[in-house]
């Protein structure tokens, strides 16, 4: 097998043979994609130890897709880096340094705001123009959208409901109190569809709930954050998006930004259809 040649060639090859790889391998595999970044910074050691695997899976991992070894697929996610705009990164880390961040807990604030700077400046590279095209289209032909999300996630599915309530499209969102959103969503017919939410580690229930319908052929738009994530098993589209963190904690800012596209891009294709 020939080595991939850059990054988005190589990630198409894992999830394509994600099925067939060993555990250990798999494992690698969805650390790989989750974090591209660690792998493109981080010594062999101490990837392995994120990873939970031994060095020596690294190696295996590498010669399974076609490299002489780790170190050549690794300058393949390197390569990925200096592909980026820099420019913006280097003055967030110069922020972040503490040489010009404020003293006190405002530094917090700015800390946060970094992240979810970092977060919208990916989102641009992180969805795909045809892809998020061909969801506004699945969405904006349903009669009606189920919103189904928990959790961190739920919040997004809110905004969504209030977003395409505002524009007269008809939505029912899952996760209420009276805990009856099976008995709703059994209620949905091919003619409706779903956007579903769940961020890592993942709802169950969501994941249960866009799989059922799935299954009953009800399309599925997604937005997650990983290719591994088991929401992307039962979408006819899906969305890998990874908010960027301070401290541990992350902000929905890219995934709101996203939702707000997606709701609106759903109303402008209804209103162009009923023109045409």
């Known amino acids: 097998m020939a080595a991939p040649k850059n990054f988005e060639a190589l990630r198409e090859l894992i999830l394509e043979r994600r099925r067939e790889l060993p555990k250990r391998l ?9 974090h591209p970044d660690e792998i493109a910074f981080g010594t062999a050691a101490s ?46 880390a110069e922020l972040e340094s503490g040489e010009l961040a404020p003293a006190g807990s405002a530094v917090i604030l700015s800390s946060f705001i970094a992240a979810a700077h970092r977060s919208l400046d990916n989102l641009g590279t992180a969805i795909d123009p045809k892809r998020f095209e061909s969801a506004t289209i699945t969405l904006a032909s349903a009669r009606t959208i ?8 739920y919040p997004i599915a809110t905004y969504m409901a209030y977003a395409l309530s505002q524009l007269k499209i ?18 949905a017919d091919p003619g409706d569809a779903a956007f579903a939410i769940s961020f890592s580690s993942y709802a169950p229930e969501t994941i249960a709930q866009a799989s059922a319908l799935a299954a009953r052929g009800i399309p599925v738009v997604s ?43 759903i109303a402008e294709e209804r209103r162009r259809t009923q023109i045409s």
Not at 170 to 187: E, F, K, N, P, W
Not at 231 to 242: G, I, K, N, P, R
Request: glycine share 4%; charged share 20%.
């Open 146 to 153: 189920h919103l189904i999300a928990r959790r961190r996630s």
């Open 223 to 265: 937005l997650t954050d990983s290719a591994f994530s088991p929401l992307a098993e039962c979408s006819t589209v899906w969305f890998e998006l990874v908010e960027a963190d301070h401290a541990g904690f992350r902000s929905l800012s890219a995934s709101m930004a996203f939702a707000m596209a997606l709701a609106v891009g």
């Open 26 to 34: 798999a494992q690698v595999a969805a650390f790989a994609l989750d």
């Open 47 to 92: 990837i392995a130890l994120a990873a939970e695997v031994q060095p020596s899976t690294l190696v295996r991992f590498s010669q399974a897709f076609g490299f002489d070894g780790f170190s050549a697929l690794q300058a393949v996610f390197r390569e990925r880096l200096r592909e980026r705009n820099s420019s913006y990164e280097d003055r967030l």
């Open 170 to 187: 008809r939505c029912q969102i899952a996760g209420t109190a009276s805990g009856i959103d099976d008995d709703l969503l059994a209620m």
